[in-house]
């Protein structure tokens, strides 16, 4: 799937950068996906969102890390680029969001092998890992992203929890 947004000015070249996007707690499950530059972070929900799979949207963040972490908490203390209806603070923490409608990858200070990470659906917390492989200079002239390989199967959005034996539970 690839997907051409905006034209750049004649002859402009820009970034592209490849990332390898994994679902936490799901081993040798990953895609990778180039994006260009000027591609926006709500570019990179629907490729995610396309590329497992998922066919019910829900809303999202990603948390801009910088380097891996396996502790919530550093996380959710990096800066969020969320969903364009969770911008406002609507519980007072004081935390400054930007849209990902508004956010380009660009205006990131991304480098080659910073990790980030992307939350789906608030409910069920489908966290990704997110990682720089490499960033390429020129070569596209259009807004671009695609998937590029996949790796594993996409695990179901919503798993059949009836497939569990209620006497279990008892």
């Known amino acids: 799937m690839v997907t051409i947004c905006d034209q750049l000015n004649a002859g402009e070249k820009m970034n592209i950068y490849q990332f390898r996007v994994s679902i936490i707690g799901i081993p040798k499950v990953y895609r990778v996906i180039e994006a260009t530059d000027n591609c926006t972070f709500d570019d990179l929900h629907d ?6 799979d998922r066919y019910d949207p829900h809303l999202y963040s990603f ?7 396996k502790t919530i908490q550093s996380i959710f203390n990096a ?8 911008v406002e603070d609507i519980m007072g923490s004081g935390r400054k969001k930007k849209s990902t409608a508004n956010t380009r990858i660009e205006d990131i200070d991304l480098n080659e092998k910073d990790v980030f990470h992307y939350l789906f659906d608030f ?3 489908w966290w990704h890992r997110i990682r720089v492989q490499s960033i390429k200079t020129g070569g596209f002239t259009k807004k671009s992203i695609k998937v590029i390989k996949t790796v594993g199967k996409s695990p179901e959005q919503y798993p059949d929890y009836n497939d569990y034996d209620d006497e279990d539970y008892d």
């Open 47 to 52: 490729a995610i969102f396309n590329a497992f």
């Open 63 to 69: 948390f801009i890390t910088k380097e891996d972490t």
């Open 79 to 86: 800066p969020e680029i969320t969903h364009p209806q969770n």
């Open 123 to 125: 409910g069920d917390d």
